[in-house]
């Protein structure tokens, strides 16, 4: 799992069938300083992270197939959590 | 899955059984300088290496794609498949505020 923070969203009209109607946020990981580290990735959110907020995403293809409720879906990368941020949310320091 | 530009096709005149009749696109993955800059893309290739992926959706060269890496790329394969990246949507529009 990563710590990561959201920057955006994706959308895709052509897509793998279990992919329909699920949001796709751009996900940069971030270090240990919480600097981003890394190559964006792109994971399926039931949660409804907001823009800039810290997320957990996991690349378990299991637990996101099982979300997916497809078993042959291919989808990877899953936001599991959101990480608890001070009111008015937005970056921390910086 | 990460996105990236297609740049390229590959095609197979051998080929083991399992991937007969495949599409397969080679992708440059996007690094943050491209979300960054995505209407002024970095010139070249990407600093993260190229790579080449099964493709079911129909892509062509200079779209934008999401693919997957891994193990989870040969899931959606009647039995064990030796595929490790896969196109999984051909990206319309990309929403990025860094």
Known sequence: MLMA???GSVIATRKHPSFEGWRLLICQPLSASGEPEGSPQVALDPHGAGLHQRVIISSDGA???LAVGDPKSPARWL?????DEPEGGGRLAS | MR?????????????IPALKGGRWLLI???TTDHFQRRHDPPAGLS???????????????GDTVGFVEGREAAMPFQGPTPVD??????????FYVP
């Open chain 1, 63 to 65: 637990a996101t197939r």
């Open chain 2, 85 to 94: 990246a896969i196109t999984v949507a051909l990206v319309d529009d990309v």
């Open chain 2, 3 to 15: 996105l990236g530009t297609v740049i390229g096709r590959v095609t197979l005149s051998q080929s």
């Open chain 1, 79 to 83: 936001v599991v959590g959101i990480v």
């Open chain 1, 5 to 7: 923070r959201v920057q």
């Open chain 2, 28 to 30: 440059s993955p996007f």
């Open chain 2, 47 to 61: 600093r993260d290496p190229s790579l080449v992926a099964y493709d079911a959706l129909g892509g062509s060269a």
